[in-house]
């Protein structure tokens, strides 16, 4: 997968492209990048790249000339034969919510570009010619579009098949669990020593009896995700009939449920 970001402070990105688990899978030719400076487009002497909004207002407003210029280099937009470009991502506290499930969906193609805004943000123009995807990482509004940039980048690159491990992706919070499920949240995870501060790892996760762990952090995750996220639980999120089930059982039980570490293996 190639994935092209256009910013105007395109050093603030490097780092990230250049180190850990992507530079690994740079090096190993599952993923590219390209970094591109959207001033490099602009034609003015003093190389600007913003002016003031249409009908007032405070701020300031990406200009459309250096910001079309540089997704049209960066094969966004119909191409000369008339098929779309790449898939163009406008990163905007105004677009639809990203999520894992779109992470999955971006992490399919072959090529990504990714627009950070500054300011006000761009031009509609320039959105309505370019961008395929505008895309919120979360309802606040930052001052810049680079660090939601890379928050999209990291989610969807980990997806790219071959860049991690497909068991450490497995049972992560969101994996999807049934047909289009949304999944839940993960359980709590322990490590070495079993005994830390007067605290012990519950015990079913040192008796290596699978069937027992495996239910104990089925319930584990549903008691967080009912503390945490209940709206993953609509019935609209297509949990597998035996985990709905559980979750009835443990709504009965109350909602500060915790999952029993005693006897994780009881029946119903
Ligand atoms: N005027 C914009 C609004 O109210 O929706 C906010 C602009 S913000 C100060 C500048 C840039 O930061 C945006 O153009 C966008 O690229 C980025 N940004 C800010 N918050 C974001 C969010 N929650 N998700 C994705 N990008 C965001």
């Given at each position: 997968m190639k994935i092209t970001v256009l910013s105007l402070f395109p050093e603030i990105l490097r780092?990230?492209?250049?180190?850990?688990?992507?530079?690994?899978?740079?090096?190993?030719?599952?993923?590219?990048?390209?970094?591109?400076?959207?001033?490099?487009?602009?034609?003015?002497k003093h190389r600007k790249c913003d002016d003031e909004v249409f009908g007032g207002g405070a701020g300031m407003l990406m200009l459309p000339g250096p910001a079309g210029a540089a997704l049209e280099a960066a094969g966004s937009g119909r191409r000369p034969d008339g098929s779309p470009g790449a898939r163009t991502v406008f990163?905007?506290?105004?677009?639809?919510?990203?999520?894992?499930?779109?992470?999955?969906?971006l992490a399919r193609e072959e090529e990504l570009v990714l627009f950070c805004g500054r300011y006000e943000g761009l031009d509609q123009r320039i959105i309505e010619k370019y961008v395929t995807d505008e895309i919120s990482i979360g309802d606040y509004v930052l001052s810049s579009g680079e660090v939601a940039a890379l928050v999209l980048v990291d989610a969807i690159y980990r997806l790219v098949p071959g860049v991690i491990k497909g068991e450490s992706l497995a049972e992560e919070s969101f994996s999807p669990m049934g047909e289009g499920g949304a999944g839940l949240l993960e359980y709590p995870q322990y490590t070495r020593p079993a005994e830390y501060a007067t605290m012990r790892v519950p015990e079913v996760l040192t008796s290596g009896h699978h069937a027992n762990i495996a239910r104990w952090r089925l319930e584990a995750s549903l008691a967080k995700t009912i503390a945490y996220r209940p709206e993953l639980l609509a019935p609209a999120a297509g949990l597998p009939e035996e985990v709905r089930r559980l979750l009835r059982k443990l709504c009965a039980e109350g909602s500060s449920y915790e999952p029993d570490t005693e006897d994780p293996g009881r029946a119903d």
């Open positions: 780092g990230f492209f250049e180190s850990s688990i992507m530079a690994k899978a740079v090096e190993r030719g599952l993923m590219s990048y390209e970094l591109v400076d959207i001033r490099g487009y602009a034609t003015d990163v905007t506290p105004s677009g639809r919510l990203f999520n894992q499930a779109y992470a999955a969906e």
